[in-house]
């Protein structure tokens, strides 16, 4: 074999194995997120019981991690938690069931990074919380962006070459999502 | 092409559904690996809807695959409605909803998806 089939079969094996990767990466990130909605529950959100989504509001308050945002949490999120438990239920829900089937991924990736952000400033100075955790969340969202991984082993690497043929508008916002 | 592709997703789905069942085994061993809430009558669910979507990728019957996915979307709306509720029918929580519905997502956008690209094939007639 002359040393340009030896290249082309390198960079073939390490597309693939890059490929197979990256799904490991995207269905662990959703299984996680699926799991974030599982102690997330409606209607009260843990309030009475002073538990779930609740109690870590009330974590945020009481260890800031930047005042403004504590606050914010305090007087519009906590008064209201019927309805943004339900938003933030939905929201990761979502996140895990997109992610896991690599559809709209980057789309998906980009909610995953604010969510990880609103979550990060709510909870990085509670007590025994592990900081790096929320540094490898986030990191690990930007490289399902930065690699549109959904087109790996997801159902984007599949739809798009329909996508790209279609007119309609809804498909160039899903070439951009993808 | 495109028609295999979508049969094949549409056999993935249901093989990922299908294997989600193992976590009806991860009950007694703490929250670490309990990762989904895969309990009672859910786990029937799960089962039936993705050997549905294996036989309609393995047969090449979209229909199947559209049927299935539309009961995982039916059972993740039922299960939302039902959190926190004393009466869980299928005994899942948020984590059973949103398996079930990212699984039903998957094999719904997969029917659409196909059917729209049959269509722009064929062309006008």
């Not at chain 1, 490929?19 to 309030?47: E, T």
Request: contains cysteine; charged residues 10%.
């Amino acid at each position: 074999m002359d040393t340009s089939l030896h290249t082309s079969l390198d960079a073939a094996q390490s597309s693939r194995l890059n490929g197979i990767a990256l799904a490991v990466l995207r269905v662990g990130i959703a299984v996680l997120w699926i799991q974030n909605a599982s102690w997330k529950v409606p209607p009260d959100f843990g309030r009475e019981a002073g538990k779930g989504l609740f109690f870590w509001v009330s974590q945020a308050i009481e260890y800031p991690v930047l005042p403004f945002y504590s606050g914010f949490l305090e007087s519009v999120i906590l008064p209201n938690l019927a309805v943004f438990g339900y938003l933030t239920l939905l929201t990761e829900a979502a996140l895990g069931a997109f992610l896991l089937i690599g559809l709209a991924t980057r789309f998906w990736a980009l909610v995953g990074i604010a969510q990880t952000l609103a979550i990060t400033l709510s909870v990085l100075n509670a007590p025994n919380e592990w900081h790096w955790s929320y540094y490898l969340m986030l990191l690990a969202h930007i490289v399902l962006l930065g690699t549109a991984a959904g087109r790996s082993y997801g159902l984007d690497g599949i739809f798009r070459p329909i996508w790209r043929q279609s007119s309609a508008r809804f498909a160039s916002i899903l070439m951009r999502a993808s | 092409m495109n028609a295999s592709n979508m049969h094949r997703a549409t056999l993935v789905l249901g093989i990922v559904a299908v294997a989600s069942c193992v976590f009806a085994l991860t009950a007694g061993v703490g929250e670490t690996f309990d990762l989904i809430h895969v309990r009672g009558a859910s786990i029937a669910v799960i089962a039936v809807a993705g050997l549905l979507a294996i036989l309609a990728g393995a047969r090449k019957l979209p229909v199947l695959g559209l049927l299935a996915g539309l009961v995982f979307l039916v059972c993740a709306v039922l299960q939302l409605v039902q959190l926190g509720q004393a009466f869980n029918l299928l005994g899942g929580d948020g984590s059973t909803m949103s398996l079930m519905g990212g699984l039903g997502i998957g094999l719904v956008s997969v029917w659409l998806v196909g059917r729209a690209s049959t269509q722009s094939t064929e062309g006008p007639r």
